[in-house]
């Protein structure tokens, strides 16, 4: 039994995952389910950029979630395969269609929590919102760069902590 009070990690099921990605082809929607799927080494990642601002070709890309119902978050922790992402974490309280258009509405309506985080660690921790939330949304500013060079982020994996 856990004590009243503490965090526990919500198991997050993998077809409430997508990639939000309003401003572009929507070639990069794929492996989602690779950041709840409790496998660090198995990930969802952008394609390969000229600069870290995504080539000059878009505001951001993220990973949005669906924990089924209102949950008060207490920690959102974000694992990157490789580390100097800038990024934030928002929550909405509506499901706005996997879309372009869907997306676009996704990004503009959504709220921050807390301050964005530049050169982000390969794991990184947001506190969650003050009130319950259903849907969360990893969004990536920048892309970090990459040894082999070019510019990418890859997410292993999201774990949700709720009280």
Do not use: C, H
């Not at 099921?13 to 997508?18: E, Q, T």
């Not at 080494?41 to 601002?53: L, N, Q, S």
């Not at 050169?119 to 920048?142: C, D, H």
């Amino acid at each position: 039994m856990k004590p009243p009070g503490q965090p526990v990690e919500f198991k997050i099921d993998p077809s409430k995952v997508r990639i939000v990605d309003p401003q572009g082809s929507r070639s990069e929607l794929k492996d989602a389910d690779n950041t709840v799927d409790g496998n660090p080494t198995t990930v969802w990642k952008t394609d390969r950029y000229t600069k870290a601002d995504f080539g000059g070709k878009k505001s951001g890309m993220g990973v949005w979630i669906d924990l089924g119902e209102a949950k008060q978050v207490s920690s959102v922790q974000v694992i990157l395969q490789t580390p100097g992402a800038d990024g934030e974490l928002r929550y909405g309280d509506a499901d706005l269609g996997s879309t372009t258009q869907g997306d676009q509405a996704t990004v503009q309506q959504y709220q921050v929590v807390g301050q964005p985080r530049q050169s982000m660690g390969a794991t990184m921790l947001f506190n969650g919102p003050e009130q319950k939330t259903r849907y969360l949304m990893v969004w990536i500013t920048k892309l970090p760069k990459e040894s082999s060079g070019g510019y990418r982020v890859a997410i292993g994996e999201i774990t949700v902590r709720v009280q």
